[in-house]
Nanobody, 124 residues
Framework: QVQLVESGGGLVQAGGSLRLSCAAS????????LGWFRQAPGKEREFVAG????????HYANSVKDRFTISRVNAKNTVYLQMNSMKSEDTAVYYC?????????????????WGQGTQVTVSS
């Protein structure tokens, strides 16, 4: 069982930056693939970024490529999402997710555990 708790959300101006954190419980954190997803009001949840169990491979949605960076520190059981050059369309609730299959792609159903989400609002 893995519990995920996101933090770091808030209000930021367009062009600004935020860093989200997701802390996980459990002793097998390093064996999970991890992802960040987001859901804007009235829209479906969408994939943002994913990272392999070792952290050596990352994958991004086209909409955030070159602006967002996913990373993880297995010794701290934490995954991060650094968000730069933010746009109003980045406004959403952001969720981290963990996959016991070591999956880190865009298919949400392949993740086993989800955090409660953190609100990110970008003002224009």
């Amino acid at each position: 069982q893995v519990q995920l708790v996101e933090s770091g959300g808030g209000l930021v101006q367009a062009g600004g930056s935020l860093r989200l954190s997701c802390a996980a419980s459990g002793r097998t954190f390093s064996s999970y693939g991890l992802g960040w997803f987001r859901q804007a009001p009235g829209k479906e949840r969408e994939f943002v970024a994913g990272i392999s169990d070792s952290g050596g491979i990352t994958h991004y949605a086209n909409s955030v490529k070159d602006r967002f960076t996913i990373s993880r520190v297995n010794a701290k059981n934490t995954v991060y999402l650094q968000m730069n050059s933010m746009k109003s369309e980045d406004t959403a609730v952001y969720y981290c997710a963990a996959s016991a299959r070591r999956y880190y792609g865009a298919t949400s159903s392949l993740y086993n555990y989800w955090g409660q989400g953190t609100q990110v609002t970008v003002s224009s």
